[in-house]
């Protein structure tokens, strides 16, 4: 019933996309120190870590939206830098963590936008641009919201619509920046069951897309991943399956937090949970007080 | 196999708003039909101004009489019509299509609708230039055009420059350009202080845009100036569609963003100092023009074409105005565009708020 990845895996899963020595920078602040990475075929792969460990920014440099101060990415062997950015476009699609939409364009419009590396000047809209169109509108479910602008969406419906854009775009890699920051408990579990669906084979056997996805939620992680990548302070300190990597003593080093793991009582992944919450009763147990529910929401 | 799974019908889902046009075996258009339709109505408008404008002046032709003239035909009235009016009136058109669309374009890049020529500095720095040759004895009109060509493109590459931070930021190109617009406003101020008297007279005329005593002299240059860039023109109005997404996503959508932004913003500088060296900085009609000319589409970028056909309509009513409002004085059509833009812009922006869930009018 669930989707089982071959145990013997990481090491041997062939890998399109790689980073050799990565080191990151903004002005010269380095943010990513020598990171080497290779993105499983097929998988999904989810960076997990603490606020400004640098993992939206590796997923950045993964989608040549930020050049390498050292080392280099590669796509199929070569350096990104060397590839024209529209047909790296071709094989790499990309949602950033906060992307901004022309005013009052509509749904099916900027959905359609995710073809632009597949068109021409006087090639605007092929056969091929509409079933990609078509079909990636159907996968968010929000077909039905073609004529509206974007503007008026809610935030979930508008996330939804910035992952169809880049569906549409029909590439064999998807990075996404936190896909689900926006969005409620139900949205979140919807967006990341369409993630694991495109990563699954088809059933002519072919291999299903590439995703590579940042989240804050180390429980998702575990659920969703096939490859859970763990980074602090631009380093990458474990990856591998979650039930391999996500331990007490990793929580610990990479968040700083006590947790027992327990296995998902759903999914049999591992689960986090952090110690007990403080309340007044443990931090100063002579001094109990009526209003610690309160406090507790 | 796949004649056994039974495929649900499912409607394909087009670009709303959009028609697909095709050319041949394998072109194809997207055409957004509004912006279709106000282009044709734009097209009406613009034919019914121009034939006002031939008609009335010291003497009113008959339209019949005017239309002959356009077309060629013999007509009485040839002297006034097609010697006097028709060449002053295609330079109009045509300085106001250029602004439109350098309008257009700089909106597009700076993603903000207040960036014009007139406000980044381009517009200045073409009066710089050529108030300061006045000053110094240059008063040439055949020479004066190109130098405030070079004028303003030479500001806008400063702008460029200075704004450029390992990419283009929209922002700091807006800011880096009012603040070289102001520091080269004072530039020409102070020429016209130091000049004599007459001179300052007459670069003031200049300075407001005017379309006095221009004729097929002026028409040519920028005539050809817009055939010669009318590809990439084109081109432009493809590419718009995607710097009006932010960085990371066109980006990300395989386009060369810095080279895109250049080109766009090359051609609505020279688009603008072309238009500014043949009328002078007619104010308000690269603002104007792109602005209306959305919100009559609806589009979610400036539509080129109806920005230029909005920029000529603006001009050339306004230059009729200014002709006849306090004849036989005639005004420096600058002073009339925003007068006749503006009031309109507002009254589209007042009227979007409701319009646009409720369309009640």
């Keep these: ?297 | 196999m796949s004649a056994d799974t039974a495929v649900p019908v499912r409607t394909p889902v087009r670009p709303a708003g959009y028609r697909v046009v095709r050319v041949g075996k394998r072109a194809r258009f997207l055409l957004h039909r509004r912006a279709a339709l106000v282009a044709v109505a734009l097209v009406v408008l613009l034919a019914a101004v121009c034939v006002a404008y031939l008609c009335t002046g010291e003497s009113f032709v008959a339209p019949a009489e005017a239309v002959k003239v356009v077309l060629g035909q013999p007509s009485p009235d040839e002297l006034v019509v097609g010697t006097l009016r028709l060449p002053r009136m295609v330079v109009g058109l045509l300085v106001g299509a250029a602004f439109g669309i350098a309008g257009a374009l700089i909106q597009t890049v700076a993603r903000n609708p207040l960036a014009s020529p007139d406000i980044i500095g381009i517009s200045q720095g073409a009066s710089a230039l050529t108030v300061g040759a006045m000053t110094f004895g240059l008063t040439s009109y055949t020479v004066l055009p190109y130098l405030s060509v070079v004028g303003g493109i030479a500001a806008a590459a400063l702008v460029y420059v200075f704004a450029w931070r390992g990419g283009l930021h929209a922002t700091r190109f807006v800011l880096i350009g009012i603040g070289f617009a102001i520091a080269l406003r004072s530039v020409t101020t102070l020429f016209l202080t130091k000049g004599d008297y007459l001179v300052a007279q007459q670069a003031q005329i200049w300075m407001t845009g005017s379309l006095n005593g221009r004729g097929w002299d002026e028409a040519a240059p920028i005539g050809w100036a817009l055939l010669v860039l009318l590809p990439a023109v084109l081109w432009a109005a493809r590419a718009q569609r995607t710097v009006s997404m932010d960085d990371d996503t066109a980006t990300a959508l395989g386009v060369r963003l810095g080279r895109v932004r250049l080109g766009l913003v090359a051609l609505g500088v020279v688009l603008a100092s072309v238009a500014t060296g043949t009328a002078g900085p007619v104010d308000f009609v690269a603002l104007l023009a792109p602005q209306i000319a959305r919100r009559m589409t609806r589009t979610a970028q400036i539509p080129l074409l109806c920005s230029a056909l909005l920029g000529a309509v603006i001009v050339v009513l306004a230059d009729l105005l200014a002709r006849r409002l306090f004849s036989p004085t005639e005004l420096p059509v600058g002073v009339l565009t925003a007068a006749v833009g503006a009031p309109y812009l507002i009254w589209l922006i007042i009227r979007g708020h409701g319009g646009r869930t409720g369309g009640n009018a």
């Design chain 1, 1 to 297: 019933m669930t989707t089982t990845c071959p145990t013997d895996a990481d090491t041997t899963t062939p890998s399109r996309l790689t980073a050799r020595f990565l080191t990151l920078a903004y002005e010269d602040r380095t943010v990513v120190h020598e990171l080497d990475l290779a993105v499983p075929d097929g998988r999904v792969t989810v960076i997990v870590g603490p606020n400004a460990c640098g993992k939206s920014t590796t997923l950045r440099a993964l989608g040549r939206l930020l050049k390498p101060a050292g080392g280099s990415v590669l796509l199929d062997g070569t350096e990104l830098a060397r590839i024209p950015t529209r047909t790296i476009a071709r094989s790499v699609g990309l949602l950033p963590q906060s992307p901004v939409a022309p005013e009052a364009i509509t749904v099916s419009d900027l959905v359609a936008r995710g073809r632009q590396p597949h068109q021409r000047w006087w090639q605007q809209w092929s056969d091929e641009d509409e079933r990609a169109v078509t079909d990636a509108m159907e996968r968010t479910d929000i077909t039905a919201l073609g004529d509206r602008p974007v503007d008026e969406l809610s935030g979930g419906q508008r996330q939804r619509v910035w992952i169809a854009m880049a569906l549409a775009q029909d590439t064999d890699l998807l990075l996404l920046d936190e896909p689900t920051t926006y969005l409620d408990i139900a949205h979140q579990v919807e967006v990341l069951d369409l993630v694991r669906r495109l990563a699954a084979p088809a059933a002519d056997g072919t291999r299903g897309r590439t995703v590579v996805t940042v989240l804050h939620d180390l429980n998702q992680a575990a659920r969703y991943a096939d490859h859970l990548v763990a980074m602090k302070a631009g380093r990458i300190v474990a990856e591998g399956r979650p039930e391999d990597v996500v331990t007490a003593g990793l929580v610990r080093e990479v968040f700083g937090l006590e947790a027992v793991i327990v296995p998902d009582p759903v999914t049999g992944s591992p689960l986090v949970v952090p110690g007990a919450p403080w309340s007044p009763d443990r931090s100063a147990p002579s001094a109990p007080s009526p209003s610690s529910s309160g406090k507790a929401l």
